[in-house]
């Protein structure tokens, strides 16, 4: 184990099924299963998951409507995945605290930092959901900020790409990957693999942070045993 605390954000993407699916629970009860394995060797865990499967407020919102509701719909649907993991989780015998940023007291308990800090020291997930709680920042940025927050020493961004290449691979044959960089680096040349708020903020706090590919949930677990997979920006 390579890390004590991790903070791992989920791309809605990630969890949603290829036949266009909201959830597929065969994905999530995968991706769960490597959670508890990790939970195993001691490692404290938490998690933000995205909402791109259900709603994107810029995207889906964009030009129809006030973006700050747009984005309030996208936090709803943070806590929605956040419901649906922390069921799976719990499922397979693992603790779990869902904390919302927007109170929801019927479901979810409100973000408190202590509280959540000592959920993880007594081994129980904790998932954040409801991104920052406020409009205009990605869940990126979210994940970086409670990564912040919580003295986590890396954030782990499981994508549906693995790591960050010097242009768009689709579109880019060419394009390579990097297997490190600065988050200077990264807001310099203006890649798109995370947003430009969250490469800030793992600048200015100094906060590593390793994109990779959720394709395979064992690269989780790779991950904090310190193998070498996707990017690593720090």
């Known amino acids: ?10 791309s809605g993407e990630a969890i949603a099924g290829q036949g266009g699916e909201i959830l597929d629970f065969a994905v999530i009860g995968r991706i769960c ?48 995945n956040s419901l ?37 020291e007594n ?11 406020n409009p205009y920042f990605s869940t990126d940025t979210a994940a970086v900020l409670r990564g912040a927050e919580i003295g986590a020493d890396i954030v782990l961004l499981a994508k549906n790409v693995d790591g960050v290449y010097t ?7 060419k394009a390579t990957k990097y297997e490190e960089l600065s988050p200077g680096d990264f807001l310099r040349d203006n890649l798109a693999a995370m947003d430009a708020t969250a490469a800030s903020l793992s600048r200015d706090n100094h906060i590593p942070v390793l994109l990779f590919a959720l394709s395979d949930p064992e690269n ?14 720090r």
């Open 1 to 10: 184990m390579l890390y004590k605390r991790v903070l791992i954000k989920i």
């Open 33 to 80: 299963g490597v959670l508890k394995r990790c939970l195993e060797t001691g490692v404290q865990i938490a998690l933000v998951l995205g909402a791109g499967n259900i709603w994107r407020g810029l995207k889906d919102g964009g030009g129809k409507m006030d973006r700050s509701r747009a984005d309030h719909m996208g936090m709803l649907a943070t806590a929605i």
């Open 84 to 120: 649906a993991v922390a069921d799976v989780l719990e499922s397979r015998g693992v603790e779990v605290r869902v904390q919302t940023a927007i109170e929801m007291r019927a479901f979810a308990e409100p973000y408190v930092r202590l509280r959540a800090i000592s959920h993880l």
């Open 123 to 133: 081994g129980k997930v904790v998932v954040f959901g409801c991104g920052t709680g």
């Open 167 to 173: 242009d768009d691979p689709k579109k880019n044959p």
């Open 220 to 233: 989780i677990y790779r991950a904090i045993m310190g193998e070498k997979v996707g990017t690593l920006v």
